[in-house]
């Protein structure tokens, strides 16, 4: 699929804008609430948007996970199998969008970022201890990783957060540790994703592409302040792209139109 009148200046714009979502996602999550209306801005319709944002997201994923397990900041045994119940849940997710009207997620969605956001701000200031997990590890990749995986199938803003959010709360995890699991979760959803929009034809290759290198950029930059940041940094930066999430998606749907 292609879309007519692309200028340099359009993809210019687009590539700095791959390149910040790419540096936030991977820091705090919530990059697909800055690339995806800049799609549809672009003139993209909304599955095309989709489409071409699973494109230039799965690099900027690939691309920080390739780093954490390479530099060992995630061990590949202790990630594979909750990639592949993420990859499971995400296909199913993404077969639905294409049938389903992705209006019933309109105040599903901002409920949820509500909760992340007042989370991170009220709870303990969390570190990298290793704290009692809630649930086992069974329930944990059987049931939850895969239900967020559905999620980012079916729309996906907020993704990388709400896995943080479940390692940290669920499994005990600390934030930085979790942060950077949830990397090579959302890459495995990217991916299934992208693999059913490939075949339904989804997929803009010129945005897309030059999305890619700049989402390359920014996960590259994110994966190396990823551990070298203060987990209260990161715990702020967390809330603040939580509500800022809630607000430019409030805006968007028109509930703030008052204003």
């Known amino acids: 699929m292609e879309l007519t009148h692309i200028t340099i200046e359009l993809l210019s714009i687009l590539f700095i804008v791959a390149i910040v979502a790419g540096l936030l996602d991977t ?12 799609l549809i801005l672009s003139g993209l319709g909304p599955l095309a948007a989709l489409g071409t944002n ?25 990630v594979k199998q909750l990639m592949l119940f993420a990859f499971i849940g995400a296909t199913i997710g993404t077969i639905a969008i294409q049938f389903i009207n992705p209006e019933v997620l309109n105040y599903v969605i901002p409920i ?19 704290t009692k997990p809630k649930v086992s590890k069974r329930v944990y990749r059987n049931i939850v990783i895969p239900t967020i995986g559905c999620y980012d199938g079916l729309f996906g803003p907020g993704t990388g957060s709400f896995f943080a959010l479940a390692g940290i ?3 005990g995890n600390g934030i930085i540790n979790s942060t950077a699991i949830a990397k090579s979760l959302n890459f495995s959803t990217n991916i299934a994703s992208l693999i059913i929009f490939l075949i339904a034809g989804k997929i803009v290759w010129t945005i897309g592409l030059v999305m890619m290198l700049g989402q390359a950029i920014g996960a590259w930059l994110g994966s190396h302040f990823l551990f070298s940041i203060n987990p209260k940094y990161l715990r702020a930066l ?9 607000v430019k998606y409030s805006y968007d749907m028109g509930w703030l139109a008052f204003i």
């Open 27 to 38: 820091l705090a999550g919530g990059g697909g609430l800055i690339s995806v209306p800049a």
């Open 54 to 78: 699973k494109l230039q997201g799965s690099m900027g994923t690939a691309t920080a996970t390739f780093l954490m397990i390479k530099n060992k900041r995630i061990k590949w045994h202790e």
């Open 238 to 246: 967390v809330v603040i792209m939580c509500f800022c999430m809630l």
């Open 112 to 130: 949820v970022i509500s909760f992340i956001g007042i989370y991170f701000l009220l709870s303990p200031t969390p570190n990298e201890q290793q």
């Open 169 to 171: 709360s669920l499994r």
